[in-house]
């Protein structure tokens, strides 16, 4: 399978990462939107939310947990950030491996368009 995020999961594709355990690993957006734009994605390859299954119930929370610790550490929790998933063309995603989007550092508008 010819995954981008599985090359940075194996080391085949060089990423700034900022975190990394067991389950996910979480680096910067090649092209950042915001002043803090990092992403979090499973180790797992996972394609899409639409792949979601129960199996996977706490990856994801582990997931989501991970984005409010990077938010912290970043001193941008307070002031509000945004965790973003695209899912599928119509809404964006243009790397099919699961992933969470971690915006912050500026305001933030509604809706995001
Ligand atoms: P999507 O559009 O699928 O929601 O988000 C994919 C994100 O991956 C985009 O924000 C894009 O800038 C980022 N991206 C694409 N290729 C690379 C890469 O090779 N390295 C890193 N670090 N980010 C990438
Ligand atoms: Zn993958």
């Known amino acids: 399978m010819d995954c981008l995020f599985c090359g940075i999961v194996n080391g085949d594709i060089p990423a700034t990462k900022r975190y990394e355990d067991e ?7 090649i ?10 994605i499973p180790k797992q390859h996972i394609a899409t939310t639409n792949d979601i299954a129960t199996e996977h119930h ?10 409010s610790v990077m938010a912290k550490q970043l001193e941008i929790a307070d002031d509000g950030y945004r ?7 119509g809404a964006g995603q243009t790397v099919f491996h699961l992933h969470m989007h971690l915006l912050g550092g500026r305001p933030m508008h509604w809706p995001p368009g």
Not at 31 to 40: E, G, K, S, T, Y
């Open 58 to 67: 706490a990856l994801l929370g582990h997931m989501l947990q991970t984005a």
């Open 83 to 89: 965790v973003v998933t695209n899912c599928n063309a």
């Open 31 to 40: 092209n950042p939107q915001a002043p803090v734009h990092q992403l979090i």
């Open 23 to 29: 389950l996910v690993i979480v680096f910067d957006d």
